[in-house]
């Protein structure tokens, strides 16, 4: 349940698999396209990283199916 992140060196790598790590945690900005607040993702056990700006598809997709298996 971590986020992924490309690495900075990276980037321009072809391939995606090659160039991403485990991050520490959530953006804001992906917890709040998921719905969810600050909050609301620590108390649920989510990992928040207040220093990442960048929004990956894939981790809210990840963020929205963790929801999904919470509200069952």
């Known amino acids: ?3 992924l ?3 900075p ?3 321009k790598e ?3 698999e090659r160039g991403l790590r ?3 945690g959530f953006s804001k900005l992906e917890l709040a396209e998921a719905g969810l607040t600050i909050k609301e ?3 649920a ?3 928040v990283d207040l220093r990442r700006r960048s929004k990956h598809e894939w981790n809210i997709r990840t963020l929205k199916e963790i929801i999904k298996s919470l509200k069952k």
């Open 1 to 3: 349940m971590k986020a």
């Open 5 to 7: 992140v490309r690495k």
């Open 9 to 11: 060196r990276q980037i």
């Open 14 to 16: 072809r391939g995606i």
């Open 22 to 24: 485990f991050g520490r």
């Open 41 to 43: 993702a620590l108390k």
């Open 45 to 47: 056990g989510i990992p």
